[in-house]
């Protein structure tokens, strides 16, 4: 009898402790904050029940001071914030969060290529390097601190917005001290440069290079055709040499067709090989974000009818689709696998692992390549996100964005 109590002891005190494993580990995973489509309700998965008996006033003025509504929330149409409790197995509560109902988004979902013809705002410090002057190799650069990835707005007052700026008013300084005025992890400040004359060609250099412009090609994820704003890549654009985030001034969306495919293998990314297909722009870019980049497009590039943005907890694991262009400029339908989501990834271009199931594509590309960013991926009739990475090891899997993070960038860099 002792002994069956013991057991019975151990058993219940394994089965607590699981249980408040499973409490802490969701309170942690899941996010405090959803939007739900007017009139739909909140679903997170088949053991975790959503219940309403905690009700907030159910509707708020948006326009109201008291408003509690995020802004991203309020840009996606948001008509009412309440709040609901999570609980484990419909028993056991794991918290509380805020539900915000919004006006059902649509948009044309894409998976056209384009091109990214993008200006830096400033020039970007791409390396540091020494010459031989009269006092031995210098790096004139480094010694006013200046570092790879700083962004320089200005030299001794003067805006600069691409090397040959930087390069005349090095060559022109006549050695004199000069203020340099950079942006560094976000913070603005200012270093004293002093150029020093080169033995080679006898003119004066500060030992850095720096690129005012990026140019490549990506995949459109979406199109809004009430704002005409689009969006893609789904991750930023970023230096080829540094690895930051470009800070843009201004930038063009170019038509792209895609001439060729460079399979990916594991440990080898592949990319598609494709060209400008006109000098002419076919819309403006206005942000590039960890999101993804931003702008408006003079027509939509698909004639596809519009579906519903899918909220983050609505996408499940299992089948998906992706329209992906791997050939000419149109984009075809190529089956997937959701294999995994993080509601709450600190990299919010990580949040989905998808896998490509599709033979063909598997055949023409090897799995994911580079340019197929921004490729739009569909589940129930909703577009769910769009993939953002390859995985090195193994290209048939890669992340992916979800689409209502990149509609709500999209509603802030038009600025609704």
């Known amino acids: 009898m002792n002994l069956a109590f013991k057991l019975f002891r151990g058993a219940a005190c394994t089965a607590l402790a699981a249980l408040t494993g499973s409490i802490i580990y969701y309170n942690c995973a899941l996010p405090d904050n959803y939007c739900v489509a007017r009139g739909g309700s909140l679903e997170i998965s088949d053991h ?11 509707t708020y003025d948006i326009t109201a001071p008291e408003n509690i509504i995020s802004n991203a929330s309020a840009m996606m149409g948001a008509v009412g914030e309440h709040t609901e409790q999570l609980r484990l197995f419909g028993i056991f509560p794991i918290k509380n969060v805020n539900v915000t109902e919004v006006n059902e988004p649509v948009v044309v979902p894409c998976g056209t290529p384009f091109g990214i013809k993008l200006l830096t705002k ?18 004139p650069a480094r010694q006013a601190g200046i570092s790879e990835g700083d962004v320089i707005l200005s030299i001794s007052g003067k805006p600069v917005s691409s090397n040959k700026d930087v390069s005349r008013i090095i060559s022109e300084s006549g050695g004199k001290t000069l203020g340099v005025e950079l942006m560094r992890d976000g913070e603005s400040r200012v270093v004293f440069l002093r150029p020093d004359k080169s033995a080679a060609d006898d003119t004066y250099h500060a030992g850095m ?8 090609i990506g995949t459109v994820t979406f199109y809004d055709p009430s704002t005409k704003m689009f969006a893609g890549l789904g991750h930023p654009v970023c230096d080829s040499d540094t690895g930051d985030i470009l800070t843009m001034s201004s930038g063009e969306a170019a038509d792209v067709y895609i001439s060729g495919i460079k399979k990916s293998c594991a440990g080898s990314p592949g990319e598609l090989i494709g060209m400008f297909s006109s000098d002419k722009s076919c819309g403006s870019l206005i942000m590039n974000s960890e999101s993804g980049i931003y ?15 899918a909220m983050r907890q609505e996408i499940k694991t299992g089948p998906a689709v992706i329209y992906a262009t791997v050939n000419g400029s149109s984009a075809e339908e190529y089956s997937v696998e959701i294999e995994k989501i993080d509601l709450k990834a600190d990299d919010e271009s990580r949040n989905m692992v998808v896998r490509i199931t599709d033979e063909r594509l598997l055949e023409k590309a090897g799995g994911i390549v580079q340019g197929m960013s921004g490729s739009p991926i569909i589940q129930n009739g909703k577009l769910v996100g769009a993939v953002t990475h390859v995985f090195v090891r193994d290209p048939t899997r890669g992340y992916g964005i979800f689409a209502d993070t990149m509609l709500e960038c999209a509603m802030e860099a038009s600025g609704q």
Do not use: H, Q
């Open 209 to 216: 290079w720096v690129r005012d412009s990026s140019a490549g």
């Open 48 to 58: 975790i029940e959503v219940r309403s008996d905690m009700i907030l006033p159910e």
């Open 295 to 309: 702008g408006y497009m003079d027509k939509c590039p698909v004639m596809s009818s519009a579906v519903p943005v």
């Open 122 to 139: 400033g020039v970007l410090v791409v390396e540091l390097t020494g010459f031989e002057s009269g006092n031995g190799i210098t790096s």
